[in-house]
């Protein structure tokens, strides 16, 4: 597995380099203005550092995509911790943590829905040679799995359907739906778990590995 440069304190000395052009002064007075919630202060660091941000992570991740998405995910978690922010002495080593520490959880994951996905592999392989009663536990497996998704509140349901039924992508969605792609993933996202704890919830163990392809390819 890929490791991430992440620093053992917030100092932009400490592993992560901070671009020399960086006004430390002036990161430190944005974050004091954003911790009193002032929204153009944030916008003002998002716009000096997204950028900077989804082109280091990407190195890691191997995927604009993802790295853009975890760009988000990362500005959004600060936003909603902007009240502690006040006193942080290195704000860009800060932001530059918090997205390698999301990297690395998923990268992690990945990694693991890998290993999930081969075991259902072979899973489906030993299928070919199941028994009537086996055949039968797969079916109702199925069964659950499609209850579990008319089961979703509609609009959840649907950005589930054009998202693993027709394929299409989440700009596409929402397009289609006059949403956020931001919505839209937290849509599906919501969908997903929603779908996990009702299969939990009825022990469809073939189910849950279904499903775990499903996330691998989200």
Sequence with gaps: MLSLLIPTNDSPDNNIKVLENSDLQSDRLIFQRIAQGDAQAFATFY??????????????????????????????????????IGEIEYPAGFV???????????????????KLQQHMARYLEQANTNTTQEQVD?????????????QLPAQRALVYRMRHEQGLSYEEIAGELGLSRHTVRNQLNLALQNIRTYLLDHGDITGLLVLCLILNNS
């Excluded at 990297?103 to 890998?114: M, V």
Aim: no cysteine; proline share 0%; glycine share 2%.
């Design 47 to 84: 716009e000096a550092y997204a950028v900077k941000l989804a082109l280091y992570i990407s190195r890691f991740l191997g995927s604009d995509l993802w790295a853009e998405e975890l760009v988000q995910d990362t500005f959004l978690k600060l936003w909603s911790i902007r009240e502690t």
């Design 96 to 114: 530059y943590r918090m997205i390698a520490n999301r990297a690395k959880d998923h990268l992690k994951r990945q990694e693991h829905e890998i």
């Design 138 to 150: 797969y079916q109702m497996s199925e069964k659950l799995f499609r209850t579990a998704v008319e």
